[in-house]
T-cell receptor, first 118, second 115 residues
């Protein structure tokens, strides 16, 4: 049981380049999220999904797109990267169903992707 | 507006001393409340959570937190700090939205532990 994994761990982009960040979870969670973390600001929600085939905007969605074609995967895309998107990106997921391990409604986080846009 | 305030950016304590990290929130309804810990270069690990019921919540690694509705607070405590507790701590409110909730984070408190 790997939990929440993120690919890649690090990436450097030039302004205007595009890339896709992959989040995968093997816990059969319905809900998945993308947050970004900037110094002194905690984490902020970019986009989220309440189920396969659904996505919605969070607090800071501009410049990002997402897709959830499979329940276990949530992709975050940057079509034209800007220096303001330099950040650490975290994926999270949770379920409203009680698991054998007792977890319930708590968001599990991936290890993060550190992105630098020059 | 929904928000979380962690008034202490840095806190330094001696190993073995007690710890209290402050967290105040602004939220219109009964909140979901969380404390996460983040070691350098790592992801976030959940320490404890409050959804309802007993306002004193026990978590992992010997941490506890108390929900005080009248003070809009959810302070994190530990009776005796270990050097391995040095990390950044984030308080968060779970703000409901459609069928789910999003986490609204405070800006974090960095804990330093003196030997």
């Amino acid at each position: 049981n790997a939990g929440v994994t993120q690919t890649p761990k690090f990436r450097v982009l030039k302004t205007g380049q595009s890339m896709t960040l992959l989040c995968a979870q093997d816990m059969n969670h319905e809900y998945m999220y993308w947050y970004r973390q900037d110094p002194g600001m905690g984490l902020r929600l970019i986009h989220y999904s309440v189920g396969e085939g659904t996505t919605a905007k969070g607090e800071v969605p501009d410049g990002y797109n997402v897709s959830r074609l499979k329940k276990q995967n949530f992709l975050l895309g940057l079509e034209s990267a800007a220096p303001s998107q330099t950040s650490v990106y975290f994926c999270a997921s949770y379920s409203t169903l009680r698991t054998s391990g007792g977890s319930y409604r708590e968001q599990y986080f991936g290890p993060g992707t550190r992105l630098t846009v020059t | 507006a929904q928000s979380v305030t962690q008034p202490d950016i840095h806190i330094t304590v001696s190993e073995g001393a007690s710890l209290e990290l402050r967290c105040n929130y602004s939220y219109g309804a009964t909140p979901y409340l969380f404390w996460y810990v983040q070691s350098p270069g790592q992801g976030l690990q959940l320490l404890l959570k409050y959804f309802s019921g007993d306002t004193l919540v026990q978590g992992i690694k010997g941490f506890e937190a108390e929900f005080k509705r009248s003070q809009s607070s959810f302070n994190l405590r530990k009776p005796s700090v270990h050097w391995s507790d040095a990390a950044e701590y984030f308080c968060a409110v779970g703000a409901r939205m459609d069928s789910s909730y999003k986490l609204i984070f405070g800006s974090g408190t960095r804990l330093l532990v003196r030997p």
